[in-house]
């Protein structure tokens, strides 16, 4: 029986990895994986259970104001600073800052998962990955700490 339950955590293990490059013997505990294809977002355990999920909207094809793309880069990357309900742009609007951005979390220097009232069912954004309000703030109180695995999943 031990040997079989072992075979079975073995290949468990390498579909995780092959799915979303994690494994629940990995160093970091959870995974944030966002896929700006349907629009949605997986919050996923040290165990590889999904725990909970939401609608999210990533960067858009293109961005007038700045004449270039604003998808959000795909790749894996970890959360390397976190800012809370009052959290705030400061590059857009372009040229003023301040769009609202609560319970930012940063993935990247430029990109973080962050709040907003405004979550369209297709990818709007300046590149960061929008999510309810509610869903940022449980994610940030009860999942995302800094290290976090975050995985965007090419377009």
């Not at 165990?47 to 795909?74: E, F, L, Q, W």
């Not at 907003?116 to 297709?122: A, F, G, L, R």
Request: glycine fraction near 10%; include cysteine.
């Amino acid at each position: 029986m031990e040997k079989s339950k072992s075979r079975t955590q073995f290949f468990s293990c390498l579909a995780l990895i092959a799915l979303f490059g994690l494994c629940a013997n990995s160093s970091y505990a959870n995974t944030f994986v966002f896929n700006p294809n349907t629009h949605s977002w997986k919050a996923i355990n040290d165990k590889g259970k999904v725990v909970r999920t939401g609608r999210a909207s990533g960067g858009k094809s293109y961005c007038r104001d700045i004449r270039r793309s604003c998808k959000t880069p795909s790749g894996v990357f970890r959360i390397i600073s976190k800012g809370g309900p009052g959290c705030r742009s400061s590059r857009y609007p372009v040229g003023r800052g301040g769009a609202p951005m609560p319970y930012c979390m940063f993935f990247s220097r430029y990109y973080a998962v962050h709040g907003s009232y405004d979550v369209p069912n297709y990818n709007a954004s300046h590149g960061c990955i929008r999510v309810r309000p509610s869903d940022a703030s449980w994610l940030s109180h009860n999942f995302i700490h800094i290290g976090t695995k975050v995985i965007v999943k090419p377009y």
